[in-house]
């Protein structure tokens, strides 16, 4: 299998980002959301080749490198070995804190802070990894892709 585009990893990176996001604002009710969460599933693997676990696991692949916060994983999906997209519930009160604070414990630096109200992202890295933390205060996104070398 060859590799995706780089511009084809970004897009279908940014589509589970966007479909994760609509997830959590909890517009979907259970029935829906496990038809959803399946559909979800089906689609992104068909798409990319890549694995995806709606509630559950990191997919095989996901860098031992990139530390996750403590909480049970909602989401999950890796594109092939360039991507992943982990969605945790946070059992702690300042999920983007605690994911920085483990970052920089990896030896990730940081690259970029975004702020809001509703809540805050940050761009950290390594010499392997970009990594988007995002959160809510209640769930944390993590976007992760390989540098190109």
Request: glycine fraction near 14%; proline fraction near 4%; aromatic fraction near 6%.
């Amino acid at each position: 299998m060859t590799a995706a585009h780089p511009r084809t990893r970004i897009g279908v990176l940014a589509a589970i980002a966007l479909i994760t996001a609509t997830a959590l604002t909890g517009c979907f009710g259970n029935p829906v959301e496990n038809l959803v969460n399946q559909g979800i599933e089906d689609a992104v693997e068909e798409a990319t080749g890549g694995d995806v676990e709606v509630g559950g696991e990191l997919p095989s692949d996901f860098p031992a490198e990139v530390p996750i916060i403590d909480g049970d994983i909602v989401f999950a999906a890796g594109s092939m070995g360039d991507g992943w997209l982990v969605t945790v519930s946070a059992k702690g009160g300042d999920p983007v804190g605690e994911a920085v604070q483990a970052l920089e414990a990896a030896g990730f630096t940081a690259d970029t802070t975004l702020g809001g109200t509703d809540g805050s992202a940050s761009v950290y890295s390594n010499a392997n990894y970009l990594v988007l933390v995002a959160g809510d205060g209640e769930n944390l996104a993590y976007t992760v892709t390989t540098k190109q070398q």
